[in-house]
């Protein structure tokens, strides 16, 4: 639980940066955060992209139009002005900070059916795993499964797909293919036990020492969506579509905002968030594209998509039958959604 871990020195800026905000607004007039007895309804949004990521046109979006349809107002943070993943749950839990995007990986730690998001292969296509996200009973509950802890998801926004990219020569078509290369993964147990069962050696690492770590041969490559070659393709000689897994970013909110919202603020924050999820696909789509094209025109990445899914799918068997054994509960949710196929 966050709430019990050690605050890193990153987490405590973070929360005293706010705080420094917070007071800044008020003495602007603008007011403190909404969780303030909603006195100003002005909520700080925040989140760890920049400004041009299609996470912040969403976001931007969204507090746009709830603004012109309501009293509420909002600022947005983008870079990760105010922490990481962990410290941005941290605060929302706190009520400090009223709405922040996460990874649903994040959230494990509070309801491990989240975890169904970071397993590999749940979802068959684009299409059964948008229907899963909008239309599924289960993971409706997952996002509010939180609740009684502080925070909740009103909204997820697509993350694309996760597959392996490498900087060593030859496609990585298969399990045989990952033998022996140190690929990086998320500090998740789940992406280390996938990463193992693929083939690779995988070596936890933070994001922003791939490029480095690439470059200098400490690790042979990672696993992220499309969008990473913005940041690696020119160390990256192959991108292999293996698709593994679809985790979706996740807006949270405060329950103790959410609480003093009028039934009217309800309303029209949860379908901004809707419309803004809708809106936020072609804008995904657009950026994958874009990333795409330079990768491949401008670093010389070659993109792999005659990959042996069904290779890859049997590696990672051992995941799923494990889950069975340990947690029926989530394994059972797991089956409702691939059922939905």
Request: proline letters at 2%; aromatic letters at 8%.
């Amino acid at each position: 639980m966050i709430g019990t871990r050690r605050i890193t020195r990153r987490s405590f800026l973070a929360a005293a940066g706010l705080a420094a905000v917070g007071a800044s607004l008020s003495l602007t007039g603008c007011g403190g955060s909404v969780s303030d007895g909603l006195s100003s309804k002005h909520l700080l949004v925040a989140h760890s992209h920049s400004e041009a990521h299609p996470v912040n046109v969403g976001l931007q979006k969204m507090t746009e139009v709830a603004s012109a349809e309501s009293d509420l107002t909002f600022s947005v943070y983008p870079n990760g002005q105010l922490g990481d993943n962990a410290a941005m749950i941290q605060l929302v839990k706190a009520g400090v900070l009223d709405i922040a995007k996460v990874s649903a990986s994040s959230m494990e730690q509070f309801n491990s059916a989240y975890a169904i998001f970071s397993m590999p292969y749940v979802f068959e296509s684009t299409e059964q795993y948008f229907a899963v996200m909008n239309r599924s009973k289960a993971v409706q509950e997952i996002f509010k499964s939180t609740y009684d802890q502080g925070f909740f998801a009103i909204v997820w926004f697509d993350s694309g797909s996760r597959s392996i990219y490498t900087t060593k020569d030859g496609p990585c078509e298969g399990p045989a293919d990952l033998k022996g290369l140190k690929i990086r993964t998320m500090d998740s147990q789940m992406a280390i036990d996938m990463m193992n069962c693929l083939g690779g050696s995988a070596t936890v690492m933070g994001y922003s020492d791939i490029y480095t770590g690439m470059q200098q041969g400490v690790i042979d490559g990672a696993e992220n969506n499309v969008t990473a070659l913005r940041d690696h393709g020119d160390v990256t000689k192959y991108y292999c579509f293996d698709e593994h897994t679809r985790i979706p970013d996740m807006v949270v909110i405060a329950s103790s905002v959410w609480n003093k919202f009028s039934d009217e603020q309800k309303s029209i924050v949860s379908e901004c968030a809707k419309t803004a999820t809708e809106e936020y696909k072609d804008a995904w789509k657009k950026f994958e594209d874009e990333v795409l094209d330079k990768a491949v025109n401008q670093n010389g990445v070659e993109l792999v998509k005659d990959v042996d899914i069904a290779a890859f799918q049997a590696a990672v068997q051992p995941i799923y039958d494990n889950l069975k054994t340990s947690n029926p509960t989530t394994y059972a949710v797991l089956e409702e959604i691939r059922a939905m196929a």
